[in-house]
């Protein structure tokens, strides 16, 4: 009697094994068939996202460069200026080739000029320093509030489509709504994700261009102090 009542014990075990397999099988899919659910304004969210990829790698290694130099660098430079080696000074920046560097050395051209001039003249190069490293950035801006809003356009037009859908087939089961939004939705979700990474990488990028200007205006102090004072008193 036991082993009678083993079969259709194991058989339904099976069954049930098999069915929840096939249930798997079916709803698992990839992560992009997962995103080209979210409908056509994905195509453009992909793309904002490709080039803020692009965009910040780019922008990181060039302003990485710039902003990085010797820290004894203005140490060498004013001891350099206060015995009055300006060939020394010019090669040592000229070795440098930083935006700091660059800015200095704008200075040093400009020795025997008045000091309001020399001044301005490093200032200004160093502005135009800043708006090259500042190059795209403004891109990462606009894509951050672009891509929100290109998702959230996405949902309500698929939103739109479900209502409209439902009005012709009269079928309002949950089933029907909720598998058609969830699949609206990811064009919010992901607009949401490209605009945080866009938003993020902007103020980042621009933080360190601040500790760069930061740098140089002290630079520049120092540079004026040792041209003006070159005994160091």
């Given at each position: 009697m036991?082993?009678?009542l083993q079969?259709p014990?194991?058989?339904?075990?099976d069954?049930?094994?098999?069915l929840?397999e096939?249930t798997?099988?079916q709803t698992?899919?990839?992560?992009l068939?997962f995103?080209l659910?979210?409908?056509?304004?994905?195509?453009?969210?992909?793309?904002?996202?490709?080039?803020?990829i692009y965009v910040?790698?780019e922008?990181?290694?060039y302003?990485?460069k710039?902003t990085k130099s010797?820290?004894n660098?203005?140490?060498n430079?004013?001891a350099?200026?206060?015995?009055?080696q300006?060939?020394?000074v010019?090669?040592?920046?000229?070795?440098?080739?930083?935006?700091?560097?660059r800015?200095?050395?704008?200075?040093?051209?400009?020795?025997?000029?008045?000091?309001s001039e020399?001044?301005s003249?490093?200032?200004?190069v160093?502005?135009?320093e800043?708006g090259?490293?500042e190059?795209k950035l403004?891109h990462?801006g606009?894509i951050a509030?672009?891509a929100?809003t290109?998702g959230?356009v996405g949902t309500?037009?698929?939103v739109?489509k479900i209502?409209?859908?439902?009005?012709?087939?009269?079928d309002?089961?949950i089933?029907n709504?909720s598998?058609?939004l969830?699949?609206?939705m990811?064009s919010?979700g992901?607009?949401?994700?490209?605009?945080?990474?866009?938003?993020?990488v902007?103020?980042l990028?621009?933080?360190s261009?601040?500790?760069y200007?930061?740098?140089?205006?002290?630079?520049i102090?120092?540079?004026?102090?040792?041209i003006q004072?070159?005994?160091?008193n």
């Open positions: 036991l082993t009678f079969v014990v194991n058989a339904v075990t069954a049930a094994t098999n929840a096939t798997t099988q698992e899919i990839s992560a068939d995103v659910k979210g409908g056509v304004f994905m195509i453009p969210i992909i793309l904002l996202l490709l080039y803020t910040s790698i922008r990181y290694l302003i990485s710039e010797n820290k660098l203005m140490g430079v004013v350099l200026l206060q015995t009055g300006l060939d020394s010019k090669m040592t920046l000229d070795n440098e080739d930083s935006a700091i560097s800015v200095i050395k704008e200075g040093t051209m400009s020795i025997g000029r008045p000091i020399i001044e003249n490093m200032e200004r160093a502005t135009i800043i090259t490293m190059k403004s990462l606009l509030g672009i929100p290109l959230f309500i037009l698929g739109i209502f409209y859908n439902i009005s012709i087939s009269e309002i089961s089933s709504i598998g058609g969830y699949e609206k990811i919010s992901s607009g949401l994700v490209v605009g945080i990474i866009a938003y993020a902007y103020h990028m621009n933080s261009i601040d500790n200007l930061l740098k140089t205006q002290k630079a102090l120092d540079f004026i102090n040792a004072r070159p005994n160091g």
